[in-house]
């Protein structure tokens, strides 16, 4: 994977394998502070959520109605939107009643993979988060940022992101600094206005060296509340991607009351 334009260095994630002993998870999230399983979740629960979501963005007016709806792909001269505007909230809301889309990070194979890092009961995070990025709307990027800025709670909270469908770096991943959660906590100084999130932590690109790749059908990524991580743009042109944001804690253990609400309070 070679070094983009803006010189920033990009790596192919390190692989864990799941049947490997718990004990060995928990090192090497502790060394590197994410764990990327190939084909965790089985296709066809990822494409169910998927097709359920697209519906609703097919309803929205976004897509073109004369291609597979799968595809998302967007219409031409449909205008980008995202979190906070109206058109974007109006369908966001319907995709976290959906009970696929509510049902999705209690999957089987996630909780298990909670359940060894967590080493104890798991409390899945009943904010559930999806997220539709439009093509080469790149001001809506979220920047590096660790995600205890926003959970808040307990430290020992670990995120998992899965794209809804294959998603190759054009269509915009996600990219992690490995071992930066070693680094603590940090001040969220930087602003992003436009940006999903709109806060960020600065970041010495000369420095950091981001683990990204291409993710193929229940490519799962879990990380730390305290790893740096980034959206990467959306550059495919014309398709939209999908994706979830869940989180993942001891049952017991400290919790912000914002974590235990829907998503932007929409009900």
């Known amino acids: 994977m070679a070094e983009s334009t ?18 060995q998870l928990r090192s090497v999230m502790a060394e590197q502070g994410y764990l990327f ?25 976004w897509l073109d109605e004369s291609q597979d709806l799968m595809e998302g792909i967007v219409a031409s001269g449909v205008q980008p939107t995202s ?29 298990q993979i909670a359940q060894h890092l967590l080493g104890g009961e ?13 093509p080469n709307y790149t001001v809506a990027t979220t920047p590096a940022h660790q995600d205890h800025f926003y959970i808040r709670g307990t430290v020992d909270t670990y995120s998992c992101w899965i794209p809804l469908g294959t998603c ?15 680094r603590g906590f940090l001040e969220h100084s930087v602003s992003h ?21 291409d993710f193929g059908l229940g490519d799962t990524l879990f ?19 999908v994706s979830t944001d869940n989180r993942y ?16 309070d929409l009900n």
């Open 83 to 111: 979190e906070g505007k109206p058109e974007y909230m109006a369908m966001y809301r319907k995709l976290l009643k959906l009970p696929r889309f509510h049902d999705f990070p209690c999957h089987p194979a996630l909780m």
């Open 193 to 213: 206005p436009g940006a999903v999130g709109g806060r960020g932590v600065p970041v010495d690109e000369t420095e950091a060296v981001w683990h990204t790749g």
């Open 37 to 61: 399983f190939r084909g965790l979740v089985p296709a066809d629960e990822v494409l169910t959520v998927r097709r359920q979501a697209l519906e609703l963005c097919q309803e929205a007016g």
């Open 6 to 23: 803006t010189q920033e260095t990009y790596k192919p994630f390190i692989e864990s394998d799941t049947n490997a002993d718990p004990s």
């Open 122 to 134: 798991v409390f899945v995070h009943p904010r559930r988060i999806g997220r539709v990025t439009f």
């Open 249 to 264: 804690q001891r049952k017991g253990d400290d919790i912000d009351p914002g974590a235990l609400r829907p998503h932007f």
């Open 168 to 182: 190759p770096i054009t269509l915009g991943g996600l990219a992690v600094w490995p071992g930066s959660h070693q």
């Open 223 to 241: 990380f730390h509340a305290y790893t740096i991580h980034k959206a990467l743009p959306n550059l495919s042109g014309n398709r939209l991607r």
